[in-house]
C-alpha cells in the first residue's frame, strides 16, 4: 500500500517532529501540535472518504464535541485527568457520529452529502445561540488536562503514530476490505450478503470518535473552544486537506495537514488574502497531482 | 416431484402501467436447473430482481424453503443462501480476482478483525472451479469477458450457496467461452440448484430440467424441455424466427 521510499520519508518525518522540543521554541511547538492535530482529523475523515467512499460534511461537528466535551467536564464538573476524559470525549464524538450516521445513511450520494451538512448547521446554531455553552464566545477550558506544553505536544504525536498505525491495520483486516468493496460497488457488496449501511456505520462511528479525539487534543492545545469548530468551513477545510493530501492513502491527509499550516502561516505573513493563495494551490493540486501530495511520493516508481 | 426450494405466488411487479411481472406463480425444485426464457421484455430479469429483492414486489410473495422472504433485503436474500449473478459482470473492477471471491467468501465468515482460513480455502476453491486459479493476482478489469464472467460464477459459489440465480451468463460471449461457462454450469448443476435465464437456446435445451417461458409478464408454459420444444404456443410467441 506504501511505497518504501514513503515509509522511509514518514518515518523521518515522524522522527523530525519528535525532536522538534528539543529546541525548547515555544511557537513551532504550538505550530506543528496544531499541524500534526490537523492531520489526525485528515486521516479519521480519509476513512470515510478514501476507503469507505462516503463524503460526509459533518466532520468537523465530531471534533467540536470532543472540544466541547472537554471544555464541559472542565469546567462544570472540574475533570481533568486524561485517564477519565479521554474515553468519555472519545464516546461522547463516537455517540454523535452514531446518531447522525444512523439517519443520514439513510440518504445516498449527494443526499448523504447535504443531510450531513444539515446536521453539522444545526450544532453549529445551538452551540452558538444556546446560552450555556457560551454562545458565540465559545468557552475556556478552565483545567487542562495536560497543561505544560511538551506533554500537549507528546500526547499529540503519540495520538498521530497511534491513529495512523491503527487505521493501517484496520484497512488491512476483513473490516478494511469490505469497506473497500463497497466503496468499489456497494450494490455488489449488498448482493453477496454484506449488510453494507451497518458497515459504513461502523466506520462513521469509528471516524467520528477519532475525529473527537483531535478536537480534544485541540481543546486542550489552547484551552478555548469556540462554536466556529462546528462550521461548514471546517468541515469543507478537512476536506480540502484529505484531497489536497491524497484520499485513500492514509499519509497523504497527514501531509496535506501540514502543507496547509504552512501555506496558511507563510500566507498570512505575506498578505491578508492569504485564503486565495491556498485556493490556488488546491486548483493546482487538483488539476495537476490528481493523486495529491502522496502521490508525490509515488511518482518515481510510475 | 422434488421438494420446492424457491416458490412464487401470485407474484407481481408493476412500473406504473406495465406490469413487468404479472402473478407469476412458479416452483423451483431442490437440485434441478431451471430456465426461465422469454423474448425481450417478457419480464425475465424483474422476475429475478423480485427473487434476489433487488426490486419489491407489488404484490405476491415469495418462498424458501416454506420461510416467507417477499419483503427480505438482498443482503439477508444471500445470507439464507440464495445467489445471483447480473447480465454484465459485476465484479469489483480495482481488486484482484483472489480479492473477490475472497471478499465473497468473507462475506459468510463472523470474523471482522482477523482473517480465517476457512474463508481463504473456500476462496481458493471456488477460484478454482470457475477455472480462474493461475489468475488469482490479476485485476478484474484486465480480464477478457469471459474470464469476467467466469469470475462473477466464482464469486457466487465462493458464498456457498443453496440455490444459483443466473441472469444471462452466456449474453455476450463468443462461442469457445460460451462453451466454457456451459461446462461450468453442468458442473454446478451436478451438486446445486439454479434458476437459468438465458437466450441462448442450445445451451438452455442442454442444461435444463425444466423450462418456463415468460411472455409480457406472465407465464406462458412450463414444462421439460421436450413439452417446450413441442409447443405450438411457444412457437408462436417466438414468431417462429428463432423457435426453439
Redesign the interface.
Known sequence: MISSRARLFLALGALALAAVPASGDRFWMQFLGKAMIGGIFAMSLDLLVGFAGLVSLAHAAFFGLGAYLLAGLSNRYQLAQMALTLPICMAGAAAGALIIGWLSLRAAGVYFIMVTLAFTQMLYYFLNDAPWFGGSDGLYVALRPLSNPIAAYYAIWIALVAVFAFLLLLLRSPFGRVLIGIRGNEQRMRSLGFPTRQYLLAAFVLAGSLAGLAGYLDANLYGFVNPALFGWRESGLVLMTVLLGGKGTLHGPALGALLLALLQQQGERLTEHWTAIIGAVVIAVVLFLPRGVAGLLEARRA | MPEALLETRDLSRRFGALAAVDGVSLSFAEGRVHAVIGPNGAGKSTFLNLL?G?LRATSGRVFFRGQELTRA????I??LGI??S?QSA??????SCG?CV???S????R??????AR?AERARRALATCGLAERAGVRARQLSYGEQRQLEIG??LA?DPQIFLLDEPLAGLGHDEAQRIVALLQELARRHTIVLVEHDMDAVFSIADTITVLVDGRVLESGAPDFIRQSERVREAYLGSDAP
Open positions: 434476489s433487488e433485503t438482498p443482503d439477508r444471500s445470507r445467489a445471483r447480473y459485476n465484479v469489483f473492477a480495482e481488486l480479492e475472497w471478499l465473497a468473507h462475506s459468510r465468515a470474523t471482522l478483525v482477523f482473517p480465517s474463508v464469486m457466487i458464498t
